[in-house]
T-cell receptor, first 113, second 114 residues
Framework: AQSVTQLGSHVSVSEGALVLLRCNYSSSVPPYLFWYVQYPNQGLQLLLKYTSAATLVKGINGFEAEFKKSETSFHLTKPSAHMSDAAEYFCAVQRGSQGNLIFGKGTKLSVKP | DTGVSQDPRHKITKRGQNVTFRCDPISEHNRLYWYRQTLGQGPEFLTYFQNEAQLEKSRLLSDRFSAERPKGSFSTLEIQRTEQGDSAMYLC????????????FGPGTRLTVT
């Protein structure tokens, strides 16, 4: 069965500091992996996705993620945090090649001025 | 393209009442998914459609829940005899039926059962 684990339910960084949100996946087949962001009382917005074309994936708002098969990881990074990045972030793996998404429990990012 | 829309955005109901939610997907998307999200958790899959066919239902979808997509466009999710445990955010997403096709989410319907 496929699954994702997000390490750290809450991450706090200072404005301008590096953002690192961790995600590890479990999959018996090459996975399709996604990162979504959710602002309070809103739906989820796609940040980026991995579909095996390249291991380093660039997304919106300056975020990127690197797929590491040997570590079964897909961590999300941003070089310099902005106040507007404060939100909850979800890592997800797609079931099969066209199925539903299986989400982690999320990591809430706080950005201190 | 106006994105995925959901109606209503908020619903407060009393235990035992029936409620119905609507989702309008992105027009060219043939796949439509329903998820449920409770506080502090990631979304959990409920069911999905390809065109008008309901292809899969999660074990989370008890017999009090029913979903339809009659003409392969909008979808409705009905909950009968609501319980307090049904209080959650109900999210709809749509996508093309391609491998690794990204799912686009609506704003959600927040249900509170009192």
């Amino acid at each position: 069965a496929q699954s994702v684990t997000q390490l750290g339910s809450h991450v706090s960084v200072s404005e301008g500091a590096l953002v690192l949100l961790r995600c590890n996946y479990s999959s018996s087949v090459p996975p399709y992996l996604f990162w979504y962001v959710q602002y309070p009382n809103q739906g989820l917005q796609l940040l980026l996705k991995y579909t095996s074309a390249a291991t380093l994936v660039k997304g919106i708002n300056g975020f990127e993620a690197e797929f590491k098969k040997s570590e079964t990881s897909f961590h999300l990074t941003k070089p310099s945090a902005h106040m507007s990045d404060a939100a909850e972030y979800f890592c997800a793996v797609q079931r099969g090649s066209q199925g539903n998404l299986i989400f982690g429990k999320g990591t809430k990012l706080s950005v201190k001025p | 393209d106006t994105g995925v829309s959901q109606d209503p955005r908020h619903k407060i109901t009393k235990r035992g009442q029936n409620v119905t939610f609507r989702c309008d997907p992105i027009s060219e998307h043939n796949r439509l998914y329903w998820y449920r999200q409770t506080l502090g958790q990631g979304p959990e899959f409920l069911t999905y459609f390809q065109n008008e066919a309901q292809l899969e239902k999660s074990r989370l979808l008890s017999d009090r829940f029913s979903a339809e997509r009659p003409k392969g466009s909008f979808s409705t999710l009905e909950i009968q005899r609501t319980e307090q445990g049904d209080s959650a955010m109900y999210l709809c997403a749509s996508s093309l039926s391609t491998s690794g096709g990204e799912q686009y989410f609506g704003p959600g319907t927040r249900l509170t059962v009192t």
